[in-house]
């Protein structure tokens, strides 16, 4: 059941353009506020909340087991008022980092696992290094004291890549967790053209 809940649905905006994947639990709170409704991927019909909890799930389907009744899962539901597209610029964070960098240490290029993975400034911030796209990469726990507070010319370290800011699309994360009834509203040329805002 939970992880039925945490599974991606495909959200669109009132165009039906795509703009990120939610969780089905998320998914079902628009739906049930009224903010989203469910697009069947067959015939692209739209379901109010009403209309999707009087569906009953198809055999072989996943469902959500709720106190009264088994509730189908949405893998897609359209925004009803919200009609933007998400900035194309990728946000700076923890997380796109480790994207960007694969999991890998910029330095040895072992992947430990994100436990043992840290932000290195490659310019130190003691040096006047700011966290920024270009002087922040994924560093290993050994790597990283080895560097400490130095640049990698001062420490004798190379970097296997340099830091840029990553040009994919939002959106392109989705491609890892895409489902079967997606590719007919994401396709592989929206994957690739770049997002006018
Ligand atoms: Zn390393």
Redesign the pocket.
């Known amino acids: 059941m939970t992880r039925i809940l945490e599974q991606p649905t495909l959200v669109l905006n009132r165009n039906w353009q795509p703009v990120h994947a939610a969780t089905v639990a998320r998914a079902l709170v628009l739906l049930w506020n009224q903010s989203a409704r469910v697009v069947d991927p067959d015939d692209y019909q739209t379901y109010t909340w009403e209309d999707w909890a009087k569906l009953r799930p198809l055999a072989g389907e996943p469902f959500i087991q709720a106190v009264t009744m088994r509730l189908r899962v949405p893998e897609v539901v359209t925004l009803t008022e919200y009609d933007r597209l998400p900035s194309a610029v990728v946000t700076f964070n923890r997380r796109n980092i480790f994207k960007r960098d694969r999991f890998t240490?910029q330095?040895?290029?072992?992947q430990p696992g994100s436990e043992q993975l840290t932000l290195d400034h490659v310019k130190p911030r003691a040096q006047g290094g700011e966290s920024r796209w270009d002087n922040c990469v994924l560093?290993?726990l050994?790597?990283n004291s080895r560097k400490a507070d130095r640049t990698p010319e001062q420490a004798g370290m190379r970097l296997k890549h340099k830091p840029v800011r990553p040009k994919w699309n939002p959106l392109y994360a989705l491609r890892d967790v895409r489902i079967e009834s997606w590719s007919k509203f994401v396709s592989e040329a929206y994957w690739n053209v770049a997002l006018e805002v």
Not at 107 to 110: A, L, N, S, T, V
């Open positions: 240490c330095y040895c290029g072992i560093a290993c050994e790597c």
